[in-house]
């Protein structure tokens, strides 16, 4: 029986190919598009590793990709016998239509990070009929989430190190019996593996067994455990190795 899982928190094909131009630091206005496109096709490779269901639009830019580095590759017949000079004019670069939708798409998303943080801090303002209450007045120290920037294609490429690192990228040649492990088991197992640990944990030392089933389950739990907001999962710095630790409890 085939082991499927589904996440919706992919945003989509131009969320991941800005977040490997940032990753790379790659000038948007010109693009390497055989580098781009193997490191986005490295990305779809670990997600069919996973066994995700990934949307039909992941694989309708791989293809976008391959064509626009295909026509890259190819010389332009069309301008034989002008003026170089001129034909470098005339001649049409195939990443242009990308670019300005990966441009569209990242105004978009700095608008909405711009909105999402003013609904935070929207959210801890109360308002009510003004009253007199200098008797019960306290000084109240709100305590304030930090900015983590640790997004989930963050933890995807942590993931894909890690199976790297442990050649699990080829399928075993052996077989093994099967054996279902919950994803509601391998959540308590981390947080009282955290609670042990008494502080940060190396993301890669959650995955003690390397199973394909249990490093899915368990990248899933991890996942979970931060949709619920019961764990921390933080970075020194952008692209630096990730660490997890259990919250506190209020």
Request: aromatic fraction near 6%; glycine fraction near 2%; hydrophobic fraction near 40%.
């Amino acid at each position: 029986m085939q082991y499927n899982v589904k996440i919706d928190a992919f945003e989509g094909p131009l969320d991941l190919l800005l977040h490997l131009i940032n990753h790379l630091e790659i000038d948007i206005y010109d693009i390497p598009v055989a580098e781009i496109t193997e490191q986005y096709l490295i990305y779809i490779h670990t997600m069919k590793e996973l066994q995700l269901d990934i949307a039909s639009e992941f694989l309708v830019m791989a293809a976008t990709l391959l064509e626009i580095k295909s026509k890259m590759l190819l010389p332009n017949h069309n301008q034989a016998g002008l003026d170089d000079e001129l034909a470098v004019e005339m001649e049409e670069d195939p990443r242009e239509e990308l670019v300005e939708r990966l441009i569209e798409y990242r105004k978009y998303k700095e608008v909405a990070d711009d909105l999402k943080s003013l609904e935070q801090e929207r959210g801890l303002i109360f308002t009510k009929p003004p009253s007199d209450l200098t008797e019960y007045a306290k000084d109240i120290e709100i305590e304030k989430k930090p900015d983590l920037n640790v997004s989930l294609y963050d933890m995807l490429g942590a993931l894909q190190k890690l199976l790297r690192r442990k050649r699990l990228q080829k399928p075993l040649l052996t077989k093994v019996a099967r054996q279902e492990i919950p994803i509601e088991q391998r959540m308590k197992e981390i947080i009282r593996d955290l609670k042990n640990t008494k502080g940060r944990k190396r993301f890669d030392d959650l995955f003690s067994i390397l199973t394909k089933e249990h490093i899915v389950v368990t990248f899933l739990a991890v996942l979970e455990l931060m949709k619920l907001n019961e764990i921390i999962v933080e970075q020194d710095k952008n692209f630096a190795e990730i660490f997890v630790m259990q919250r506190k409890e209020q």
